[in-house]
């Protein structure tokens, strides 16, 4: 059910705040591009990004704006020690107004398509309110793309209202060659801004 936060996209468009965007990373090769994809938002939006376990595996920490913090699992469990304490994935959920996953990796894909929500990221998404938008943009082997199951949860994540970008075919890091690799940060960016910017201003429901 959702809880009512939504997206307030007249406060966004008319100048008053700049967007707030939650970036997450899964553990894929394509992590390795993750601090372009921060440094792409960083400079048009607030940003707070989250990363796998997997996904700091790929993850150059150095490359990230100096200004966006980086959360991992560590922190959603050191933040809590008694009831009253902040939870990090509802306090994310409630800053965010967009969520992008990039890379969305095979097993997080599979994690969300069935509800597991065993780490920060798929606790966040577990939680999320789904009055305000996800992005997702995959990044696997060619294979793992064109297995029966990615088309299954990627249907079930569809009918979420998690909105896909598309991987694109190239020489992957495997060394095989065929549809997989994550679209490059700067159509991520260009996609949920273009989105976020054509929303029309909901003045008429203030």
């Not at 297995?147 to 299954?152: A, G, I």
């Not at 598309?166 to 159509?187: H, N, V």
Request: aromatic share 8%; net charge negative; proline share 5%.
């Amino acid at each position: 059910m959702a809880s009512g936060e939504g997206l307030d996209v007249m406060q966004v468009n008319n100048g008053s705040r700049r967007p707030r965007i939650l970036l997450a990373a899964s553990g894929s090769v394509a992590a390795i591009k993750f601090g372009n994809l921060c440094s792409c938002f960083s400079d048009w939006a607030d940003v707070k990004a989250v990363a796998t376990q997997a996904a700091l595996h790929f993850i150059d920490r150095a490359s990230l704006p100096k200004d966006v913090i980086l959360y991992t699992d560590e922190h959603e469990w050191s933040s809590w020690s008694k009831i009253g304490d902040t939870v990090l994935h509802i306090e994310l959920r409630r800053w965010a107004d967009i969520m992008v996953i990039a890379p969305l990796s095979a097993n997080t894909l599979g994690k969300i398509a069935g509800g597991l929500c065993d780490n920060l990221l798929t606790s966040i998404v577990r939680a999320w309110d789904y009055e305000k938008p996800i992005f997702v943009a995959p990044a696997m082997n060619t294979f793992m793309w064109t297995n029966p199951f990615t088309e299954r949860h990627l249907m079930t994540v569809d009918e979420l209202g998690i909105t896909l970008i598309p991987p694109i075919s190239k020489r992957l890091a495997c060394g095989d060659y065929g549809t997989g690799a994550m679209a490059e940060p700067s159509l991520i960016f260009s996609t949920v801004r273009l989105f976020l910017e054509s929303q029309p201003n909901s003045s008429t429901n203030h």
